[in-house]
């Protein structure tokens, strides 16, 4: 029983995975991080952190506060940008042994299609996560919150992505995610990332200010789990189970139960974020634990158990 | 301070190692050595060479109930916790503490920590008891650059910093390092987290000393904020007082510090004054420990930046900084 076991495998859009699990975009690095520490060789695939256009310091500290049950985060998409990404980031991910998926922000439809098509040039990249949903940076939000306006940015990076996969991954900062999911696919995206971090707010009623220096936050981890849960099991059922458009499914995972709940509401994979920080090799630990729950329940394979919620 | 003479040398190491991950460890001793203090040591087999100034990252919970895979499903696998986890808030992240000793022998690797109570995770590590467990991610982060054998080390630390000094007092000694001096400040004489030795001295220095295993002892001046015990006063002002006494017998002195960032100011502003150099150990929030949630930022100067700085994380290119690096340190 491995994570490499031949029931794991998964189609995520164009590409197969070696088993459901993959890293979520923000808290693996960009793959030298985790080496040594997780085994690529075990992993089904790797989302990079978010990559810009042009080079981010990103914000002040303090940046990431401890939460009931979960993270909240202000980063401000610190990240090297698109050409030192490509010098000096992909010759590293080129020696992984596992699908790397290239988290892609932007703040204009220029900056994405920009990022995209020079990303979708490299061999050994296998997609696109389209991140219209970070809720750190003021005007990021935008293109996640508007149907319209987020169908004209999957169409114009869809015309430029013609290799590798695109999915694109939702904002749950919204009041009816199932129009934003139609507005995804029908721009083109191959599937959708089901979710990004709630926004959220820390006080410290001591200096009666906010936690953080960016004020607001991102909220990750278990607390957010069942919303997470519930956003996948809606989008797959009013949007992607008819159309066969894969969910990677994502929000507070901490060990194979909570994966094999996200299967089980619609997702085609999952995704982990947080939980890497107190655990690297929680992914693979997780993968093996899949493939122990298809043998005690009889699955032949883990495409079997999609959707498969009993209602 | 519990130093066991059992212990044997720790190899040293030029260069940093790869740290492991969730390393199980046993606890083999809580020593409650103060005030809101705990030391703990604890022993696996497995942990990767350490420097002093390297921190680890604990799990502050009950690891069962962590574990990702849960192999054997059924209701009778449902994870038992035990009483620690049951008295507090859920515990996230792991949290991370300077290493404040380390020894190996042919099969064990122990080491230990001190934590002072202040929150949910530093709570739980204050109820551990022997035998317990304790999950482990480390040794992580670039601790002190050595001085040479042949300088004077000043090890300057205040409150929960002094642990990762007590480690760094003891490899210098186990290099042959004779002059080491060590000043403690605390805000009030039961919240020193050392027992020092008030024996009769065996090698010319002043009571009181820290003693380490063998017959070696560095002299130990405390300071405390309120005078009730030791120098009255802030450790900078016990610094600059012992430099003006014997400061000129010093040969090249290196001061080694970790506090609270204001003490870390003022100690890089004496050992400026005083024409030292000197390593600041800081401690920033830190989410991961391993270089991926990008929240142990530290503005370091970048002369190739437009800007002239850039964000460095603590965790990878410290916690210990050289004080020209860091802005604010550098005067
Ligand atoms: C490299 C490093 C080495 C450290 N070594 C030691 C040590 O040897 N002994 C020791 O007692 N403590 C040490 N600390 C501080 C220790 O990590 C915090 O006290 C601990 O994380 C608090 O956890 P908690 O759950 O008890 O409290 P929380 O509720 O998480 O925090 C309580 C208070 O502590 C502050 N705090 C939280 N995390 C940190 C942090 N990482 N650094 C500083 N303040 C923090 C919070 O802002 C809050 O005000 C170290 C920190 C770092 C970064
Ligand atoms: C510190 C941190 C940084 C993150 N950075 C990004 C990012 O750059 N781009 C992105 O699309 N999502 C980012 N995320 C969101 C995660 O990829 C994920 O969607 C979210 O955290 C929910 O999963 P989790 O609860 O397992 O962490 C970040 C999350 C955290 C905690
Ligand atoms: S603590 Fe996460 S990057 Fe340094």
Redesign the pocket.
Known sequence: MTASDPRLQVRLGRRTLRNPVLTASGTCGYGPEYDHLLDYGQLGGFTTKSVTRHERPGNEPQRVA?VPGGLLNAIGLANVGLERFLAEKVPFIETMPTEVLVNVAGYTIEDYVVVCEAVDRVECLAGIELNVSCPNVSDGLMFGTDPGLLKEVVSAVRAVVTRGTLLVKLSPNVTDIASLARAAVEGGADGLSLINTYVGLSIDVERRRPVLANVTGGLSGPAILPLALYNVHRVYREVCADRGIPILGMGGIQNARDAVAFLLAGASAVAIGTALFVDPTAPVKIAEGIAAYLDQHGFASVSELRGQLQL | MVWSRKFICTRMTASRTTPICSLPARVTRVDHVCREHVIVTAESDQLPPSQPGQ?LQLQ?RDTLATDPSIHAWGPQTWPRLNLLDQTGPP?LLR????I?DRADDGTANRFS???????????WLDRLEAGMELNVTGPL?RGYALPDPDQTALLVGGG?GI??LLYLARTLHERGHRDVRVLFGVQTHDLLPVRLSDDLPTNGHATPCLRLPGEASFPALVATDDGSAGFAGRVTDALRALHALEGDRWRRPVICTCGPEPMLKAVAAASRAMGSDCQV?L????GCGLGTCLS?VVRVHAPDQEKGWRWALSCQEG?VFERDRVLDYDG
Not at chain 2, 283 to 286: T, V
């Open positions: 401890e | 921190f502050c515990i949290r991370p503490f300077s404040a920590v001190i934590s002072r109570a202040i929150g949910p995770g530093t709570r982060g929960v642990p990762p150990c401690e920033r929030f830190m142990c916690p």
